[in-house]
Structure formats: C-alpha cells, structure tokens
C-alpha cells in the first residue's frame, strides 16, 4: 500500500513539474498556453464560448492599441494648436497694446494741433493736419478722435476729407451725432 501511495505522489510530482516547466515557459514567453488552455477548456460543456471571447479581446485589443495612439497622436496635435494659440494671443496682444500707443500719439498730436496757437498756422492749417491724420488711422478710432474734437472743427476737418474716407467714419460713431455733422456739412 506505502508503494501504492509513493507511486501517486510521484506521477504528481511529475505533473507538477510538468506543469511548472510550461507556467515558467509561458512567463518568459517562450510558448504561449493560453490559446491551448482555452481551447481544452472550451471542450468543458458550458464553457464553449471561452476560446472565442478570447480571439474576440485579442482583436478588440488591438483595435484599442490602434485608437490609443490615434488619440495619444490627436492630444500632441491639439496641444501644438493650443501652443499655436498661445503665441498667436500674445501676438495679439502685443499688436494691440502697439495700436493703443499709436493711438495716444496720434491724439497727443491732435491736441496739440488743436491747442497750437502759434501766430503763423491760421485755422485752415491746423484742419489740413487733423484731416490728414484722421485720414491715416481706422475709421473707428478716426470716429473716435473725431468726437474728441470741437463740434465745428469736426464739420470743417470731415469737409476736407475725401468723402467715401468721410462717410466711413461717420459710420462708425454714433447715429445721432453722425447725423447732426451730416446736417452741418449739408448746409455748408
């Protein structure tokens, strides 16, 4: 009987060997078990979907690998654009806070040709000046400087200029008080 028993400890070793050579064999992927594994399990009735849910995840598996580089590859593209942006921003910012000091200039400049009271520039002088300079800026911040000037020195420097540079400007101020300079150059 001890012999009897000795044999079946010693055909399960063995197969336990066996079977540790194979896990160790799997682990450093010399073979793979897995497919084999389930494809006996799937002999198993009830279990004869295994093997082909495991084909199933093996596909979509590499299906999600392709999509998760798609998307690691989206998120590189998208954070170069937000960079892109960025730049552009702070360019934007820049070119804005240039504009705002020609802007100043430019009215620092009409005030002083306003409050210019030299005795050799006469009046039609001092509008030739202010017309040319509302000539070279935007119509909205000509609208803007326009306001800032007496009513009547308005009327005469709006006479000056070329009439489709006039009409934009008058566009882009209010109605009410494009229309009161419309009615005063009318009536000249």
């Known amino acids: ?3 009897y028993i000795a ?3 010693t055909a399960l070793l063995f197969i336990g060997s066996v079977f540790g050579l194979l896990y160790i064999f799997d682990q450093y992927d010399y073979i793979d078990l897995k497919p084999s594994v389930l494809i006996s399990l799937s002999t198993i009735p009830g279990w004869e979907e295994v093997a082909d849910a495991y084909k199933l995840g093996l596909e979509n598996k590499n299906f999600l690998e392709e999509r998760q580089q798609e998307l690691a590859e989206r998120e590189k593209e998208m954070e170069a654009e937000k960079q892109t942006l960025a730049e552009l921003a702070l360019a934007l910012q820049e070119k804005e806070d240039y504009l705002e000091i020609e802007r100043r200039k430019t009215l620092n ?4 040709v306003g409050n210019n009271q030299a005795p050799a520039v006469n009046e039609r002088e001092k509008y030739a ?4 300079l509302l000539e070279s800026m935007s119509p909205t911040v000509a609208g803007e400087n326009l306001l800032k000037m007496p009513f009547e020195m308005g009327v005469s420097v709006l006479s000056l200029l070329d009439p489709r540079k006039a009409g934009k400007i008058l566009e882009s101020i209010p109605p009410e008080k494009s229309s009161r300079y419309m009615e005063k150059m009318s009536a000249r």
């Open 7 to 9: 044999g079946i400890l």
């Open 109 to 112: 400049e009409l005030s002083r």
């Open 129 to 132: 000046t202010a017309a040319r």
């Open 1 to 3: 009987m001890l012999r």
